[in-house]
C-alpha cells in the first residue's frame, strides 16, 4: 500500500543499478508502443497475437526480462494513474489533463486527478487521497513549495513546474530555448524596449524563463531596456499592476508574457490604458489557446507541446512501473513560435507626456 510517507521521504540507500535495456528498448526493436509491450508482459487478451510474437521476440533478441516485483506491486492496484495539479481553471493544466487522459485511455489506464489550487498546504492531502486510491504512479505539477523528493514505493514524474537539479523524473518545456526563440522574434521586428510579465518568479519555470530573458538580453545589448514585471497569480490581480505599472512611465515597444494566465492580464491592462495591439505595443505570447487566434487582433504566442509533453510522461511511467529505471530521465521539449497579429515591426519608438515634459525610451 502506497504510504504518503513514501511519496515524501528521501532515499535512505543508493538503487542497484540497472541494465539499460528497459521496456522501451523492446517497445522500439519491435515497433510498438511501450503499452503494448506492457499489455504483453501483464498478459492482457487484448494484445494482437502477431504483435505479441513479435514483443516476445524482441524481448529475447535484447535478453529483457521486465521486473517481477514492480509486476507483482501492480497486481495489487488498480491500473489508475493520480494528476495532481495545482488550478483546473487554467487552460494549460486542463489542456494537459485531457492529454493525459487520451494516452492513459488508449492503454487500458484511467486518470485520477486532484487539485491543489496553488497552495502548497493542501499538496500532503491531495497526495493522500490519489495513495488511497492505489494509483501505480504520479503525474506531479507542483506548486511553489513543493518539496518532493524520490521515493521506491511509487513512480513520481514531475511535468512543467521542474526544479533545478531536480531529484525526480522530469517532462518539461526548453524554457531557455522557448524564451531565445521569443526575445530573437521580437529583436528582428525592431524591439529593443521589451517588458516581461510574469505571474511569479517562485515558481521553477518562472524563473528559468526570467533568467532565459535576462541572458537573452544580454546578448543582444539591450539588457538595459529590458524589465521583468513580477504581477501575480491571478488575471485581474496582473492587470491592475502592469496598468498602475503604464501610468506615467515609458511604455515599451513590446510585451512579452511568461504564461497564458499573464497574456490575460496583459491584454487587460493594455486596454484599460487605452493603448492599442500592436499599433502601441506588440504583445507576445505564452501557451497557446482557442480565444488568441479567434481574438482581434490574434495573438502571436510561444506554443508549449502539451500532447508531445503527455505522450512522453507516460512513456516513461510506463517504463518505470516495469523497469523501476530510466534511461533518461529529464526531458527538455522544444516549444513552437507561432506568429500572428500581435507583433509587428517596430515604426517609431513611442513618446509619452509626463508634468507636461516629454519623455523618449533611451
Known sequence: MCQLEGVMKRFTGARLEKSKITILSVAQAAGVSVGTVSNVFSGRKTVNPEIRNRVQLAAQDLHYSPDRVAASLRSRRSRTIGLCIPDLGNPFFGDLLRQLNRVLENDGYRLLAVETREDGALEPEKLAVLCANRVEGIFMVPTATWAGTPTDDIPVIVIDRVREDEPLPSVCLDNAGAIDAALAHLHALGHRSIWM??????????????????????????????????????????????????????????????????????????????????????????????????????????????????????????????????????????????????????????????????????
Open 197 to 362: 510579465v510574469v505571474n511569479s518568479t517562485r515558481l521553477w519555470n518562472s524563473q528559468l524563463r526570467v533568467s532565459a530573458f535576462l541572458a537573452a538580453a544580454d546578448r543582444l545589448g539591450m539588457a538595459d531596456r529590458v524589465e521583468v514585471l513580477q504581477s501575480g497569480m491571478a488575471p485581474q490581480d496582473m492587470a491592475i499592476a502592469l496598468a498602475d505599472h503604464l501610468q506615467g512611465t515609458a511604455p515599451p515597444t513590446a510585451i512579452l508574457t511568461a504564461s497564458g494566465t499573464a497574456t490575460l492580464g496583459t491584454l487587460r491592462a493594455l486596454q484599460d490604458c487605452g493603448l492599442s495591439v500592436p499599433d502601441d505595443i506588440s504583445v507576445l505570447g505564452f501557451d497557446d489557446v482557442v480565444w488568441m487566434e479567434v481574438l482581434r487582433p490574434s495573438i502571436s504566442v510561444v506554443r508549449q507541446p502539451i500532447t508531445a509533453m503527455a505522450a512522453q510522461a507516460w512513456m516513461m511511467m510506463q517504463t518505470l512501473m516495469v523497469d523501476g529505471a530510466l534511461t533518461e530521465r529529464h526531458v527538455r521539449l522544444p516549444a513552437t513560435l507561432v506568429q500572428r497579429d500581435s507583433t509587428c515591426r517596430v515604426i517609431a519608438e513611442p513618446v509619452i507626456l509626463i508634468n507636461e515634459r516629454k519623455v523618449a525610451h533611451v
